[in-house]
């Protein structure tokens, strides 16, 4: 699989292909590469197959073009996260932590797609690395790194701790249908983000502290959406 980012053909066709961009990023988030054909595609875009294939050689292309649509998801993550700069390490983890679910909420696919490539592995995985997630990540791990240096957190391997962060965070949102089904709750509604978000932030955030931070210096946390 190439590297490089698609370049889409400009001018005539270019809402085409941004419903099926739209698309095929739902569908390879939800049933994955291999389960996804072009065919479904076309379908779910409300186009042709000839007018998929004047936009999109193959479906390897498609998916490295889904797949950038998502970099404006971790460009407005990157763009919110540049307000808490100033702060200390801890600090702007918890920030970067609150931003990671609100986007997740507002993004599912981003999630989605990170938990079925970082299983498979492979070539998809590399490309994700190399153009959308691997700046990001390196700086929450550089900012884990520092927290734990400061003796803030606790010293278990950085790496593992973001990933793990990560992954318990967008595990509601992922398995939504699953909560739906067994239990008959939408975690998406105002009142059960802002449970996910505290227990994120409490229980699991709170919890690697190496000194857990009394009540009230945790209510002075910035409200969502802002900087500490």
């Given at each position: 699989m190439a590297t490089q980012p698609t370049t889409l053909t400009p001018?005539?066709?270019?809402?085409?292909?941004t419903r099926v961009r739209e698309?095929?990023?739902?569908?390879?988030?939800?049933?994955?590469?291999?389960?996804?054909?072009?065919?479904?595609?076309?379908?779910?875009?409300?186009?042709?197959?000839?007018?998929?294939?004047?936009?999109f050689q193959d479906k390897a292309q498609l998916w490295r073009a889904a797949m950038l649509q998502l970099r404006a998801v971790i460009a407005e993550e990157e763009q919110l996260m540049e307000a808490s700069t100033g702060a200390g390490p801890l600090d702007?983890?918890?920030?970067?932590?609150?931003?990671?679910?609100?986007?997740?909420?507002?993004?599912?696919?981003?999630?989605?797609?990170?938990a079925l490539e970082g299983m498979a592995g492979g070539e998809r995985l590399d490309w994700l690395h190399a153009h959308l997630l691997g700046p990001r990540n390196q700086r929450l791990v550089d900012l884990a790194r520092a927290a734990i240096a400061a003796g803030e957190l606790k010293p278990f391997p950085p790496e593992q701790l973001i990933i793990t962060?990560?992954?318990?965070?967008?595990?509601?949102?992922?398995?939504?249908?699953?909560?739906?089904?067994?239990?008959g709750i939408d975690p998406s509604t105002p009142t059960a983000r802002a449970a996910h978000e505290a227990m994120m932030l409490d229980a699991f955030l709170g919890g690697l502290l190496a000194q857990p931070q009394s009540p009230a210096r945790r209510q002075t946390a910035p409200a969502s959406g802002e900087a500490p």
């Open positions: 001018g005539k066709g270019e809402r085409t292909a698309a095929a990023l739902e569908l390879f988030s939800r049933l994955g590469f291999e389960r996804t054909t072009m065919g479904d595609i076309a379908v779910a875009a409300g186009v042709s197959q000839p007018a998929l294939h004047y936009h702007q983890l918890r920030t970067a932590l609150r931003l990671f679910l609100q986007i997740s909420w507002k993004h599912p696919a981003l999630g989605r797609i990170v962060l990560q992954a318990a965070g967008a595990g509601v949102i992922n398995l939504s249908p699953l909560m739906k089904t067994s239990f």
